[in-house]
């Protein structure tokens, strides 16, 4: 079955600790892995690709086939941070995202 | 920098009523998706449309849904006959081309909250 996990509902951090929001999928083939963010009142748009290894605001995500994680990771988290992240697959003909419930990530001053 | 844009931003209806939800999608895009939110739960997708034709759909794209681009610009999505539990958020997202290692991100639409009574 193809499906995303993201386990926490909510995180909540202060300003310039790390941060870790964990996603784990489930695919049988090469899925394409994404963060999207949603900040508030605004529209969902893409924050990284694990295709681009690049890093976007801080933020780095590392695919790992062998736990199927594909964790965002930030090493000082700003308040300007703080919004829904959702992670996402695409299976290897590309088309439709599979999206996780979403994480919300709350940066306290 | 171009953006898809949905109208209307809040549809309220009575059940049994049809709705159509609007989309124009960035101009030199290929592929059209719809995907739905309900509120708590994750984004769903719905279906996607490429060359004037459904490419895929979900368990949740039944008859009563169907999607249509009437002109060069709009991609629209129709329920039939809504529901309650058709209450949700639907984001329209259009991308250049559905495969390709820089061309596939999905660019999303605001969406559009509609509310079933």
């Known amino acids: 079955a193809q499906r995303v996990t993201q386990p926490e509902k909510l995180l909540s951090v202060f300003k310039g600790a790390p941060v870790e929001l964990k996603c784990n999928y489930s695919?049988?083939?090469?899925?394409?892995l994404f963060w999207y963010v949603q900040y508030s009142r605004q529209r969902l748009q893409l924050l990284l690709r694990?295709?681009s290894r690049e890093s976007i605001k801080g933020f780095t995500a590392d695919l790992n086939k062998g736990e199927t994680s594909f964790h965002l990771k930030k090493p000082f988290a700003q308040e300007e941070d703080s919004a829904m992240y959702y992670c996402a697959l695409t299976g290897n003909q590309g088309g439709k995202l599979i999206f996780g419930q979403g994480t919300e990530l709350s940066v306290k001053p | 920098e171009p953006e898809v844009t949905q109208t209307p931003s809040h549809q309220v209806t009575q059940m049994g009523q049809e709705v159509i939800l609007r989309c124009v999608p960035i101009s030199n895009h290929l592929y059209f998706y719809w995907y739905r939110q309900i509120l708590g739960q994750k984004v769903e997708f719905l279906v996607s449309f490429y060359n004037n034709e459904i490419s895929e759909k979900s368990e949740i794209f039944d008859d009563q849904f169907s999607v249509e681009r009437p002109d060069g610009s709009n991609f629209t999505l129709k329920i039939r006959s809504t529901k309650l539990e058709d209450s949700a958020m639907y984001f329209c997202?259009?991308?250049?081309?559905?495969?390709?290692?820089?061309?596939?991100?999905?660019?999303f639409g605001p969406g559009t909250r509609l509310t079933v009574l």
């Open positions: 997202a259009s991308s250049v081309s559905a495969r390709g290692p820089s061309t596939d991100t999905q660019y």
């Open positions: 694990h295709i």
């Open positions: 695919y049988s083939g090469s899925p394409e």
